[in-house]
């Protein structure tokens, strides 16, 4: 039996608002929206239902590391944290809900691939010259608006130049 994959395509939803994206099903619908503010000089970022319920926030946590927290419902569900290293190859994204999983591909790439126990369950292509946006395959009965966001925050980090 062949392997599933759910598809979606994120697009910057305006040119000059960093960090606002628009999520697209394999059907060009949108699903979600991506919307983001600096709050105490930190960047909160929520990805919303097309209803605007907010599903996840996603903080930055530290400065001067990849370092990020991701929420639901104002609980602590995941996060990211490590040094910023221009040649890092993977990192980790520790999880309550889920089993913790590695997202891996040289950050200054174009492709990433998620991970779990030497499994691949997502990739995600980056297109630079279509405006930015990111395609993603992700295997179905995965959490996809986690993993989603894991997209969300490489995206902020190639908007910030930090990839």
Do not use: C
Not at 21 to 31: H, M, S, Y
Not at 89 to 114: C, H, Q, T
Not at 139 to 163: Q, R
């Amino acid at each position: 039996m062949p392997i599933e994959f759910a598809k979606f395509k994120i697009k910057k939803s305006s040119w000059w608002k960093v960090g606002n994206f628009d999520i697209f099903d394999e059907n060009e619908d949108i699903v979600y929206k991506v919307q983001s503010r600096y709050k105490n000089f930190s960047l909160v970022t929520t990805l919303q239902s097309v209803n605007f319920n907010v599903e996840y926030k996603i903080e930055k946590a530290k400065q001067l590391k990849i370092s990020y927290n991701l929420y639901e419902e104002g609980k602590l569900i995941a996060k990211i944290d490590k040094p910023i290293n221009w040649n890092a190859k993977a990192f980790e994204i520790e999880s309550a809900i889920v089993d913790p999983f590695i997202l891996k591909g040289n950050m200054w790439s174009n492709e990433y691939r998620f991970i779990r126990n030497e499994e691949e369950f997502g990739i995600v292509s980056h297109k630079i010259w279509s405006n930015g946006t990111f395609g993603i395959a992700i295997k179905d009965g995965e959490h996809i608006p986690m993993i989603l966001s894991v997209v969300i925050i490489v995206a902020l980090l190639k908007a910030s130049g930090l990839a």
